[in-house]
């Protein structure tokens, strides 16, 4: 492929949504002068790292043309499981080990749910959200647990060549699932299984174990998720993460991922984070009260869902 070729193909994919980022970074740079300087930009990439991470799993979610509710309850959760076994003094290794492992379970649950017993995933999250969230709760007392193991700490607020360390755990995580959807047959089955389940049955894909699979990724990218947002808070607290599904799935479906399945890419997922990161920022900066953020943030997932619509018509 030449060189021409490839970056007019990175125009057509991401062309649209990276005018719009820019068109958004230009607005608030001259409506605040704060908000274009190299502190505040890098700020805005610390503050959507963990929406953004927890967005690339709801991103294969929604391939299949599924949903995944439960990813708030799920950073909660793991987040608590990691600061009551931090707070008995498990080494390292074991409590980051065991937060995964329960994401990992919890995703699977919410799979296996869906995928077994064929009840909507919309149902199934709604459902196992709110038992994830009151599990939290009751592993914690209602209480938040306070986090002072240094090494876990630095997760969250440590920083390695100059850049706060969730940073580079987004970088890896990125490349890591662009890699597994754009290179892997793993990511082959789920494109042409959300784009036609029919077709995929056909073509000897196991769409259950599919299905399975690609929830307990999201299950695992919300308990990364939950341990950075520990790590970043110094404790664990039940209430964490409320109503962050919506954004994590806003952010994916303004990078381009179709709600109805068969489209979507992890880069996009990004550049869909970063524009709410830049609204929220933008806004805060500008002191818009918080119920007119939450407007504006509505009206911008309705305009994205909008257009997908549209796409979809296009596509026939």
């Known amino acids: 492929m030449s060189v021409s070729t490839y ?31 190299t502190g505040n930009l890098l700020n805005i990439v610390l503050q959507v790292s963990i929406i953004a991470i927890v967005a690339f799993g709801i991103t294969y979610v929604l391939l299949l043309g599924e949903i995944d509710l439960s990813v708030g309850a799920i950073i909660a959760l793991c987040g608590s499981v990691a600061g009551l076994l931090l707070a008995r003094e498990m080494p390292l290794l074991w409590v980051v080990g065991a937060t995964l492992a329960c994401g990992l379970v919890l995703g699977a649950v ?13 149902i199934v999250t709604v459902a196992t959200m709110g038992i994830f969230r009151g599990l939290a709760f009751i592993a914690s007392d209602g209480m938040p647990v306070p986090v002072d193991d240094e090494a876990f700490i630095r997760i969250g607020n440590g920083h390695m060549l100059g850049l706060p360390v969730p940073i580079w755990i987004l970088a890896a995580l990125l490349a890591l699932n662009h890699c597994v959807l754009s290179k892997t047959v793993f990511g082959r089955k789920a494109y042409l299984a959300g784009g036609n389940a029919e077709a995929a049955v056909y073509a000897g894909i196991r769409v259950k174990r599919l299905k399975i699979a690609i929830f307990t990724l999201s299950g695992l990218m919300a308990a990364v998720g939950g341990m950075v947002l520990t790590a970043r808070l110094y404790s664990a607290q039940p ?3 409320l109503g962050w599904e919506l954004d994590a799935i806003a952010a994916a479906v303004l990078g381009g991922t179709s709600l109805a399945g068969g489209y979507g890419t992890m880069v996009g997922t990004l550049i869909g984070a970063l524009i709410i990161g830049v609204i929220n920022n933008g806004m805060n900066l500008m002191s818009v009260p918080y119920f007119y953020q939450l407007i504006v943030k509505g009206a911008v997932i309705l305009v994205a869902v909008c257009i997908d619509v549209q796409n979809k018509k296009r596509r026939g």
Request: proline content about 4%; glycine content about 12%.
């Open 7 to 37: 970056w007019g193909r990175i125009a057509r994919r991401y062309g649209g949504i990276l005018l719009g980022l820019i068109a958004l970074v230009l607005l608030f740079a001259l409506l605040s002068p704060a908000f274009l300087t």
């Open 239 to 241: 209430n964490a993460a």
């Open 110 to 122: 919410n799979g296996a749910l869906s995928a077994l017993l064929g009840i909507p995933s919309f």
